[in-house]
C-alpha cells in the first residue's frame, strides 16, 4: 500500500510538473542565447516543483539570469552550432542528497549537456522519454537513488553515450541486449533488482569496466564473453544467482585485471584456460560449487596478487604461493580447514560435466537458493554425516522504507560455515549500504533499520589484499591495498557525514568546447562533500578504456574484506541520533 501511494504521489507530482505553466523570466532579465533562456526555464521549473528537500541548500543560488553562475551548472561554447554560443554543458548534483524527481522539461530544456551527475541523492521516480534530447551526452551517472521501473531503455538511443552508471537504484527485470550493442566503455548495474540471465550478445560489448554484481540474474556467463578481449579489464559478477560452467573462452581475456565471479552457483571445473588471463590481478571464485583441481596454470600468472577460491569443492591444489595463500572450506587432501569428508564424499559422487551443459536460461526458482549439485540435484549423504549444504544468497538490504524481499515464497535453509570463522558477514555477498535517507532535516532523527534483515553468517578467510575500482585519483585496474576496514563494518572506509560547501559563482571564463569531430571536455564535479567547486578546474574527457573517470560513483560492495578506494554513502544514523545538534546533557 505504501509503494502504491507512493507511486501516486510521485505520478500526480510529474502530472502537475508537466501541467503547470514554465515560469517565463522577467522581462528585465537578458541572455546571451536563446539556449541559455531555455536553460533558466528548466532549470527554475526543476527548483520549483521537483525538487522536494534540499537539505544542504545546493540550489540556494539558482535565481538571477546567469544559469551559468548556479551552483552545479557548468557553461561552455557548443561545439557544433554556428558562432559556438554558450550552453549549459554540464549538471552535477553529486551528494547533495535532494528529494525529487526528474521532470520532462529538465533534459528537454538543457539538450546540450555532456555531464548528468546525480548520484547520492534522493531523486526517485521514472527517466521521462525527454532523455531523448541530449545528443551530446558523454556521461550519465544517476547511482545511489531511488529510481524504479524497467532497465531505462532510453539510454540505449543516447548517441554519444560512453559511461553509464545506474548502481545502487531499484530498477528491475532484464538487461536488454541493446545495452551491449551501444559503444558504452563502463557499464555499472549492480545493486540494483535485475532479474533473467545475462544476454547472449554481452561480448558485443566495447566496454573496459562491467559491474553487474548484486542483482538476480540467474542463468550462465555467455560464452561470447571471449569476444571482449580486446577491450575488457575489469569484469565484477559477484552474488548474481549464476550458474553452469566458466566458459573457457575467458581465457582469451588477456587485458583482463579484475575477474570476479564469486558469491554464485558456478559448477564444474576452473578452466585450465585461465593461463590466458596474462594480466589478472585478482581472481576471485570463492563461494560458488566449483570442484575438480585447481588448475596448475594458476602458478604461471605473473600478475596475480589475490587468488580467492574458498568455500568450493576443489579437490587439489598446486603448491606455488598464489594456491596455497587460499582455499578453505574445499576439499583438499591435507590442507587445514577442509569441509567434512562426508560431503567431500558425497559431491565426489555426482560431479559434474561441464560439456553437457547448456548456456541457457535458469529454470524457475533457481536463480537463488539452489540445490547445491547441477539440476537441483542433492548428491545422497552417507548415514549420520551432514547433507552438502544448499548454496543461498542473504537476504538484501536496501533502505529502511523499502527493503528488498528475499526470493521465493520461504526462508531458505541455511548451511554450514567452515569452522572457526570469525567473519560477522558473508564475503563477496555483503548487501550494499542503504542510500541516505535523511528528511527535510538533516538533524531529523532517523527511522530504525530493523525492517533490513542482516545477512546470515558465513566462514571465509578474508585475503590480506585486495583491489580498487576505478576512481579519480587512481588509473582503472586493480591496485593492492593492504590497510584493513574498520572492524565494525568489513570492506568500507566510512567517511565523516559532511554537508557540501557552500555554493559559489562559476567563473567568468566558461570551459571551453572542442570543434565538431574532437572530444568533448565536459565541466568538471565537485571536489569535496558533493557540492560545488569554488573554481572548476579544466579536466579532461574521461577517455576511453581503463583511464579513471571525472567522477566517481559509489564503491562496489565489498568483497571478502577488502577496502575500496571509493568510499560508500555515509551510513543511516544511529536510532533517532541527531548529528547535525549536540546530544542532550547527561546530568543537571
Request: with cysteine.
Amino acid at each position: 500500500m505504501r509503494l502504491l501511494l507512493l507511486a501516486l504521489a510521485i505520478a500526480l507530482a510529474s502530472t502537475t510538473a508537466t501541467s503547470q505553466p514554465q515560469p517565463d523570466p522577467p522581462p528585465t532579465f537578458a541572455f546571451p542565447n536563446p539556449r541559455l533562456r531555455a536553460a533558466y526555464i528548466a532549470l527554475q521549473t526543476f527548483r520549483r516543483t521537483a525538487i522536494f528537500s534540499d537539505p544542504f541548500n545546493l540550489t540556494a543560488n539558482w535565481s538571477g539570469p546567469n544559469v551559468c553562475a548556479y551552483a552545479g551548472v557548468f557553461c561552455a561554447p557548443h561545439p557544433t552550432l554556428p558562432g559556438s554560443p554558450l550552453v549549459v554543458a554540464g549538471l552535477d548534483l553529486n551528494g547533495a542528497d535532494i528529494a525529487g524527481f526528474l521532470p520532462p522539461s529538465l533534459p528537454a530544456g538543457l539538450p546540450d549537456l555532456a555531464l548528468l551527475h546525480l548520484n547520492s541523492n534522493r531523486f526517485c521516480g521514472v527517466l521521462p522519454d525527454t532523455f531523448l534530447h541530449l545528443r551530446l551526452l558523454h556521461e550519465l551517472d544517476l547511482s545511489n537513488n531511488r529510481f524504479v521501473g524497467a532497465f531505462p531503455a532510453v539510454v540505449l538511443s543516447l548517441p554519444q553515450l560512453k559511461y553509464l552508471d545506474l548502481r545502487f537504484n531499484d530498477f528491475e527485470g532484464p538487461i536488454p541486449r541493446g545495452l551491449f550493442d551501444r559503444p558504452l566503455d563502463a557499464i555499472f548495474l549492480n545493486s540494483n533488482r535485475l532479474t533473467n540471465p545475462i544476454p547472449p550478445n554481452l561480448g558485443n560489448s566495447p566496454a573496459s569496466v562491467l559491474v553487474l554484481a548484486h542483482n538476480r540474474l540467474g542463468g550462465c556467463i555467455p560464452p561470447s564473453i571471449g569476444q571482449m578481449a580486446n577491450t575488457l579489464n575489469e569484469i565484477v559478477l559477484i552474488d548474481d544467482g549464476l550458474t553452469g560452467c566458466i566458459p573457457p573462452q575467458v581465457g582469451l581475456l588477456s587485458k583482463v585485471t579484475v575477474f570476479d565471479v564469486s558469491g554464485n552457483l558456478l559448477q564444474g571445473t576452473l578452466p585450465g584456460s585461465v593461463a590466458g588471463l596474462a594480466a589478472v590481478e585478482q581472481l576471485n571464485v570463492a563461494g560458488n560449487l566449483l570442484e575438480g583441481p585447481v588448475p596448475a596454470s594458476v602458478c604461471g600468472l605473473r600478475s596475480l596478487r589475490n587468488f580467492t577460491y574458498e568455500d568450493n569443492f576443489f579437490t587439489y591444489r598446486p603448491g606455488c604461493a598464489a594456491a596455497t595463500a587460499d582455499g578453505r572450506w574445499n576439499c583438499i587432501p591435507g590442507a587445514p580447514a577442509q569441509r567434512p569428508p562426508a560431503q567431500c564424499a558425497a559431491a565426489a559422487a555426482h560431479p559434474f560435466d561441464c560439456s553437457k551443459a547448456q548456456c541457457q536460461a535458469a529454470a524457475p526458482g533457481s536463480g537463488r537458493g539452489r540445490d547445491r549439485r547441477g539440476g537441483g540435484r542433492v548428491p545422497p549423504t552417507p548415514a549420520g554425516a551432514p547433507r552438502p549444504r544448499t548454496r543461498i544468497a542473504p537476504p538484501r538490504s536496501s533502505t529502511p522504507s523499502q527493503p528488498l524481499p528475499p526470493p521465493g515464497s520461504g526462508a531458505p535453509p541455511s548451511y554450514p560455515s567452515p569452522p572457526g570463522s570469525s567473519s560477522p558477514t558473508t564475503p563477496g555477498m555483503t548487501a550494499p549500504p542503504p542510500p541516505p535517507t535523511f528528511s527535510e532535516s538533516p538533524g531529523h532523527a532517523m527511522p530504525p533499520l530493523s525492517s533490513a534483515p542482516a545477512p546470515p553468517s558465513r566462514g571465509g578467510s578474508p585475503p590480506s589484499a585486495g583491489y580498487q575500482p576505478p576512481s579519480a585519483s587512481s588509473p582503472s585496474g586493480g591496485q593492492p591495498t593492504t590497510a584493513p576496514p574498520p572492524a565494525e563494518h568489513p570492506g568500507y572506509v566510512l567517511p565523516p557525514l559532511a554537508p557540501p560547501t557552500a555554493p559559489a559563482p562559476a567563473p567568468s571564463s566558461p570551459l571551453p568546447l572542442p570543434a565538431p569531430g574532437s572530444s568533448w571536455t565536459p565541466p568538471p564535479p565537485p571536489q569535496s562533500g558533493g557540492g560545488p567547486p569554488s573554481s572548476p578546474p579544466t579536466l579532461p574527457f574521461p577517455p576511453v578504456h581503463g583511464v579513471q573517470y571525472g567522477s566517481p560513483p559509489p564503491p562496489l560492495p565489498p568483497v571478502y574484506g577488502v577496502s575500496y578506494s571509493s568510499p560508500p554513502p555515509p551510513l543511516p544514523p544511529v536510532y533517532g541520533v541527531s548529528y547535525a545538534s549536540p546530544p542532550p546533557p547527561t546530568g543537571p
